[in-house]
């Protein structure tokens, strides 16, 4: 069965849903700011429907959550890359306009999603290559190891450490699930004609 979710997982396919039928997405930095977006989508699209006198069924379901980076994490992996010969400072974001499941994640634990380079174009694009491949495979591969040994070094300590620090959004994987839960809904609005 297709849903809209498929979407982002096979690429959007215009003969898998029927002509009246739309996906959309809202992404902001928060998930409070994501679900007053989506609220306020919904209303205006029942709105619309309204004003046309027009039914309407809405499905809304969860995306990802925001990705938001552990720092110290984040500062651990930026000494560590520095240290690596022919690395320097990874690209750190602290938020992005992008999705993936590592914001999710990021509600549980300490997370950390660097960018060492060596590519070009756009991501998730037909343009988007490997530019310098060394830059691209081996020096990613040489900071996920040196990350790791530091993290382990010592019993662990640096792991613990960050862990201790660190604030989850949510403290057990029920609470995520119940949250998750909690955003499927499916709305119905009649045709105004009907309606009254």
Do not use: W
């Not at 959309?24 to 429907?49: N, P």
């Not at 938020?95 to 997370?111: E, F, Y």
């Not at 300590?157 to 403290?171: G, L």
């Amino acid at each position: 069965m297709n849903t809209p979710n498929d979407k982002l997982a096979a690429g959007f396919d215009e003969t898998r849903y029927p002509a009246d039928f739309l996906v959309h997405y809202v992404r902001g930095k928060t998930m409070s700011q994501i679900v007053e977006a989506a609220r306020r989508v919904d209303r205006a699209l029942a709105g619309g429907a309204l004003a046309l006198g027009a039914g309407i069924e809405i499905v809304d379901s969860p995306g990802y959550f925001p990705l938001t980076p552990d720092a110290s994490l984040q500062q651990l992996t930026a000494r560590i890359m520095t240290e690596i010969p022919g690395g320097e400072a990874p690209l750190l974001l602290p938020h992005g306009t992008g999705s993936t499941d590592l914001g999710d994640l990021s509600t549980l634990m300490p997370v950390v999603h660097p960018y060492v380079g060596g590519v070009g174009g756009s991501l998730h694009s037909a343009d988007y290559t490997v530019t310098e491949p060394d830059t691209a495979y081996l020096l990613g591969a040489k900071l996920l190891t040196a990350l790791v040994l530091e993290l382990l070094r010592d019993s662990a300590s640096a792991a613990q450490e960050i862990i201790r620090q660190h604030t989850p959004v949510f403290t057990a994987k029920e609470a995520y699930f119940a949250y998750i839960d909690s955003l499927f809904a499916t709305k119905c609005c009649p045709p105004f004609d009907q309606a009254t």
